[in-house]
């Protein structure tokens, strides 16, 4: 099914004067399929055959309790064109999104409104079939489905009835950002014009990515604070490979290491600094990994020099300080670093594993690991007294540890004085294209730490994102069969059904 009028040989509103029949069947579809893929256990997509060569199923297997024959056909597609089917049919639906709001014409293109389904489809068959993941990322262009993931998300970050939509698409791209194969895929350029106030740069997918992350963040719902930390460990997954930064995705970046650096944000939580430690996490790994070619952040981060100047030299009375002036004993934070919702998706398992795949067990690594149960715990425990967060010794020891700011420091150490030397020489006026040009002669080979191990954080099943999973999808099903309503929302218990306010 193509919803574009190209059906119609392109001619446009064509689509207003043909039968909606076949929409109609395809988002029914993909409800159904939403729901037969959601029961019973997951499909072995090892292939078994009988004697005549014919695919089969044991029947050991067969007889288990909870044996799901749809799951099993998903996990066992393994021909080459009909993973090429899904991808296209994927590629094609979603586009949907944003190319029928592109029109000259207004309205001219049919818009699809089985999006939802469509990304749990897509987050199924990511989770369901192995060889799918791997032929999208060394086979296709995985940059397709990147755009209208990032513009789902763009769109609706201030709408608090599309938090389970940003949700979905955060998986979707923490699943994919776990592979090596899809940050080198970033690196292709972005020339797509979406409808939408993005704005303007000229770079790669990446930079989509984080300028798309970086205002969900600044101007997003409150309800998505839960997201940030695997906002940031999408970008710091491909960071090691992003080859070129734009200037507006670098400004944004550090912008954001300013925010989470303020007052108000690091002293919002007895956790809250491990935002900070992704973020310089991302900083290291390009300083490391692509210093030629990202002279934007260099200058950015050179620029800035105050505040990562700041952190380095927090001492406990600053800290008490800083805390005090900015939380009185009579104010709650209004941004709780540590008041992730248990119920919501924060509980997410992710593995730190090295660029080949293989587990990371060093304790130093393991500290960045994200356990659901165990931040749930924590949340419980800290909003649960109504206390507010004061830093204590053991707190200030805990953060020196935990962010790695050496990089940076031996950065700004060598970079500083030869930007004074500039300004001194030129009477303190000095073009930014002159210092872009002078740190891409630089090399800093020599003066940085020795590199650190790549560390890539992958997302890990487990029950409390499958429990979300089943309760989104049914609530998409339940949203989308209100003309006429079939189902009362008084009844249902998966899930809160709240009525709009008039």
Same mark, same amino acid.
């Given at each position: ?192 014009? /979406? ?8 770079? #790669?997918?990446?930079? *989509?990515? @984080?300028? =798309? $992350?970086? +205002?969900? &963040? ?78 934007? /952040? ?8 105050? #505040?990562?100047?700041? *952190?380095? @030299?927090? =001492? $406990?009375? +600053?800290? &008490? ?182």
């Amino acid at each position: 099914f193509d919803p574009s009028n190209s059906s119609f040989g392109g001619v446009p509103y064509s689509n207003k004067f043909a039968s909606d029949t076949h929409v109609k069947l395809v988002e029914l579809s993909a409800q159904v399929l939403c729901v037969l893929l959601d029961c019973g256990l997951s499909g072995d997509p090892v292939p078994c055959v009988n004697r005549y060569d014919e695919p089969v199923v044991r029947v050991s297997y067969a007889y288990k309790n909870g044996f799901n024959i749809f799951r099993v056909m998903l996990a066992r597609i393994n021909s080459g064109k009909d993973l090429a089917t899904l991808y296209r049919g994927f590629v094609r639906l979603l586009r949907n999104t944003f190319e029928s709001k592109n029109t000259l014409l207004p309205s001219s293109q049919s818009r699809l409104e089985c999006y939802q389904e469509l990304l749990i489809l897509l987050w199924k068959t990511l989770e369901e079939n192995p060889l799918f993941l791997d032929f999208i990322l060394t086979r296709c262009d995985v940059c397709e489905l990147v755009v209208p993931l990032c513009y789902l998300m763009y769109t609706s970050r201030k709408d608090s009835a599309q938090v389970g939509l940003v949700h979905i698409c955060t998986f979707i791209l923490l699943k994919l950002s776990g592979e090596r194969s899809f940050g080198v895929s970033l690196n292709r350029p972005f020339r797509t014009k /979406l409808p939408c106030d993005l704005p303007l740069f000229s770079g #790669s997918h990446a930079d *989509l990515i @984080s300028i =798309t $992350l970086h +205002k969900i &963040i600044v101007n997003g719902s409150y309800r998505l604070v839960s997201l940030y930390s695997c906002f940031l460990t999408i970008v710091s997954n491909f960071s090691p490979y992003w080859r070129s930064m734009s200037l507006v995705s670098s400004v944004k970046l550090v912008n954001l290491f300013e925010l989470f650096s303020s007052p108000k944000f690091l002293y919002s939580g007895e956790k809250a600094y491990r935002h900070l430690a992704l973020l310089l996490e991302i900083f290291n790994n390009i300083i490391q990994y692509q210093y030629n070619g990202n002279q934007h /952040l260099v200058y950015a981060i050179v620029r800035r020099k105050d #505040s990562f100047g700041r *952190l380095a @030299s927090l =001492t $406990l009375p +600053k800290a &008490i300080h800083q805390c005090q002036k900015q939380f009185p004993s009579s104010e709650r934070p209004e941004y709780d670093a540590d008041a992730a919702d248990a119920a919501q998706v924060a509980a997410l398992s992710i593995q730190d594993v090295d660029e080949h795949g293989n587990p990371i067990d060093d304790e130093d690594d393991a500290t960045s690991t994200t356990n659901g149960r165990d931040t749930a715990t924590s949340s419980t425990t800290v909003s649960g007294t109504g206390e507010c967060f004061v830093p204590t010794e053991a707190w200030l020891t805990e953060l020196r540890a935990s962010l790695p700011l050496e990089t940076v420091s031996r950065l700004l150490q060598h970079l500083v004085p030869v930007v004074d030397d500039m300004c001194d020489r030129k009477n303190g006026v000095v073009d930014e294209i002159e210092i872009l040009e002078v740190f891409k002669d630089i090399t800093m080979v020599g003066l940085l730490p020795v590199p650190h191990a790549i560390v890539i954080r992958k997302y890990q099943p487990n029950q409390y994102t499958s429990i979300w999973f089943t309760a989104f999808m049914w609530g998409v099903v339940f949203l989308r069969s209100q003309k006429p309503p079939i189902f009362d929302g008084q009844c249902i218990e998966l899930f809160q059904v709240a009525g709009e306010d008039k």
